[in-house]
């Protein structure tokens, strides 16, 4: 017996159940932003790159020195990018034809629609108001509902696969890789430094849910923390008041471009003529990583119905012919 | 017929020099993992966090997993297309899948910075089933147990066969039993691997722009699914010829052309979505003079070259040349799968000429992810060794076969 035609069709069915045909997937779009998100406004025109976030960072989030020494002697806590122990950095970029820098204030994004909450396994980066986990009940649901936005790291979910890394843009969770008992590094917005005694529930009030450490100690008002929609508002309006100072663009919105990757709830101002690409951030599409991957991933699965369908024919096919072979050999 | 050759115990000395060597080998790589226990992964690797995954995932589960398909592969064919000829094949090759499966799933644990908390993994209100990777590990794990109660009816007849009238007694009670239940396994063997190989393939999906654009499309799912049941073909192919040369097992030349044709058709399907992603969204303007160009076509050669291999009568009769093909084919499998992980990921993208954008880091697998990696490896080929010396998994060719101390093992088996 030869294999024929028919059963090179027969495999391609199976083959084709299983993995679909991936043009079809439109089953999930990118999210839109929550109406209460808070998050932060970076305007690089207006930092001077002291550094004071970095520290008071460091402090909020009691996190060791990462010391480096000086040719001249000294010790110095001098981070070259985020990592295990820096979950916040103030990097310069220079312009590659006119020389001209602008320093740029790296952390956590905080996206519309992370790539790190959809990658995580058991929801150990999970975006508060996108709820994976606590669906079960009707006060969960709620607190879900009434989500900040803020993309928070739950150590005892966390398995330290680092798919996280794979999966975010802007390289921002860092992994301990010299700790027995590692953890990833992120920021979650200084959400432990949030004053329980405001209001939340009725008014809204950003400082309820989290208090950046780096947006309170920021000397030149560079960075700032409040709700998504207030911080839209104010770069609107800062635009507005001096075109000639600002890049028309709002990083991570829709003001004068497209949201990069479904957009981000920490939100950047370039000066005139300085690109975001220039400070370090990613050109991103429109439709954000998790929408592109869960959707391809599963448009195949039909909300399950295909692995369900092909266990039942597979187990129907094979009984039948486990039957027929026994029936085979006692004839024999 | 060859349907219903019977599978023996090898029998034979459990310590003989190259067992010694392969378990010599496993004991440095349990050094390693040990003092990666102790201090972090940092300091065995060569591991940053902008090659996380270094080659453990890569290899140990993408590529291992990925040789370990053939008892995917061939329980396709054998069962769901009920080709009863290559029946033979199917217990070395679910041997092979169990053990594959089983270090994949057990290498993760030294790579997991926080294996402990897997612990939750069964707690299906965890479950976040927007992640691939859940997907991949819950699949994983429910499939290295299916391919374990896969292997038992080999350890039944074992017992089967055994001298001691208990063991004889208990193999033969449960072996009808095990026979009824096999239809619902074995479909099980067959949707779970579809399931978590083309989702092999998903997880790189949201690496997105980190890929290099001819490695990085919306058909990685199905291109993971296809490649992975070619490597299961192939890695039978060489695992019975290597059987028949260390311990005379039977080696049916003709399925094992025909078996090839049906590679074949897979290598060339493969060929033709990789290529015609490309023509089709509009990437040929990536081709240039670059290191990533060289290595595509490199990578569709290897595809192409066993793929007409196994076409040719010429090699279709020759097992020297089949099995150079089907070799090959196994390559191009785990070329494609870690230069999708690892050889063309970096961190920060690349350039439209094919250059990665520099993002301060660099990476090469250091002593101890190699020796890790070869380890497991070495303690595979120890455990399929063992198991088909005591049970009765290979189906020996009829031609006399002396294997001083067979009997006695396999009583020892039974005891």
Request: charged share 15%; proline share 6%.
């Amino acid at each position: 017996m030869s294999i024929s035609r028919r059963d090179l069709l027969k495999g391609a069915a199976v083959v084709g159940a299983a993995a679909a045909v991936p043009t079809a997937a439109e089953a999930r779009h990118t999210r839109a932003p929550d109406p209460d998100a808070v998050g932060m406004l970076f305007d690089a025109t207006r930092c001077v790159g002291c550094r004071a976030c970095q520290s008071a960072c460091k402090v909020a989030n009691n996190l060791p020195p990462d010391k480096v020494s000086a040719e001249n002697g000294g010790v110095y806590d001098a981070p070259q990018d985020l990592n295990g122990t820096t979950k916040n950095i103030i990097k310069a970029f220079a312009d590659d034809t006119t020389g001209k820098y602008a320093y740029m204030k790296q952390q956590c994004m905080h996206c519309v629609d992370p790539s790190c909450v959809s990658v995580c396994m058991m929801g150990a980066l999970h975006k508060e108001g996108h709820g994976k986990r606590d669906l079960f009940t009707r006060e969960g649901r709620a607190a879900e509902i009434a989500g900040t936005g803020i993309v928070v790291y739950d150590r005892g979910l966390c398995v330290g696969c680092r798919y996280c890394q794979i999966g975010c843009a802007y390289l921002v969770p860092k992994f301990q890789w010299d700790e027995p008992i590692p953890l990833i590094v992120k920021c979650e917005l200084c959400n432990h430094r949030r004053d329980p005694k405001r209001d939340w529930a009725t008014k809204k009030d950003p400082l309820a849910v989290a208090n950046p450490a780096c947006c309170e100690v920021c000397p030149a008002k560079a960075v700032v923390y409040g709700k998504r929609s207030d911080l839209l508002a104010e770069a609107e309006r800062r635009i507005s008041a001096d075109k000639a100072r600002y890049n028309p663009h709002v990083y991570g919105s829709d003001i004068g471009g497209v949201a990069e990757g479904g957009g981000t709830s920490v939100l950047y101002m370039a000066p005139a003529g300085v690109g975001f690409k220039q400070l370090g951030l990613p050109e991103l599409p429109e439709e954000s990583s998790a929408a592109f991957s869960e959707g391809v991933s599963h448009a195949p699965y039909l909300n399950g119905v295909t692995p369900l369908a092909l266990y039942g024919a597979l187990a129907f096919v094979i009984y039948r012919n486990q039957k027929k072979e026994e029936a085979g050999e006692d004839k024999r | 017929m060859s349907a219903h050759d019977t599978p023996k115990a090898i029998g034979g000395k459990l310590l003989a020099p190259p067992m010694n060597l392969l378990l010599a080998i496993f004991g440095v790589a349990v050094v390693v993992m040990a003092y990666r226990f102790a201090v972090g992964i940092g300091p065995v690797s060569m591991m940053t966090d902008g090659f996380t995954w270094g080659i453990w995932e890569p290899v140990n589960v993408v590529v291992f997993t990925g040789i370990g398909a053939g008892a995917f592969s061939v329980g396709l064919l054998t069962y769901a297309f009920n080709k009863g000829e290559y029946h033979g094949l199917v217990r070395p090759a679910v041997l092979t899948g169990a053990i594959a499966y089983t270090l994949g799933a057990s290498s993760i644990i030294i790579a997991l910075g926080r294996f402990w908390n897997a612990y939750w993994l069964p707690w299906i209100p965890y479950w976040n089933l927007g992640s691939a990777l859940l997907e991949v590990a819950v699949c994983v794990l429910a499939y290295v147990i299916v391919l374990w109660i896969e292997v038992i009816p080999a350890t039944l007849d074992g017992a089967a066969e055994s001298r001691d009238p208990k063991w004889a007694a208990f193999g033969q009670k449960w072996r009808p039993r095990m026979k009824k239940a096999m239809p619902f396994i074995i479909a099980l063997a067959i949707v779970l691997p579809a399931m978590h190989q083309s989702s092999l393939g998903g997880l790189m999906l949201i690496a997105g722009p980190k890929i290099h654009p001819l490695w990085h499309n919306a058909l990685l799912p199905t291109l993971f699914l296809i490649s992975c049941l070619s490597m299961g073909y192939g890695s039978v192919v060489v695992l019975v010829n290597v059987l028949e040369m260390s311990w005379g097992a039977k080696l049916d030349q003709q399925l094992f052309a025909k078996l090839s044709k049906v590679n074949a058709g897979l290598l060339f399907l493969y060929t033709v979505l990789r290529v015609g992603e490309i023509v089709v969204k509009g990437k040929l303007h990536f081709l240039g003079a670059n290191f990533p160009t060289v290595w595509f076509f490199l990578e569709m050669a290897l595809f192409l070259v066993p793929a007409f291999m196994f076409l040719s009568p010429k090699v279709a009769a020759d097992r020297g040349r089949l099995f150079a093909a089907a070799t090959l084919a196994i390559a191009a499998g785990a070329f494609y799968r870690v230069d999708t992980y690892l050889t063309f990921y970096r961190p920060s993208g690349w350039t439209p000429l094919g250059t990665p954008y520099d993002a301060g880091w660099n990476y090469f697998p250091s002593i101890g992810e190699t020796v890790v990696t070869i380890g497991m490896a070495a303690v595979g080929v120890a455990v399929f060794v063992l198991v088909s010396r005591l049970f009765p998994v290979v189906v020996v060719a009829d031609r006399a076969h002396s294997n001083p101390g067979g009997g006695k093992v396999q009583a020892a088996a039974g005891r």
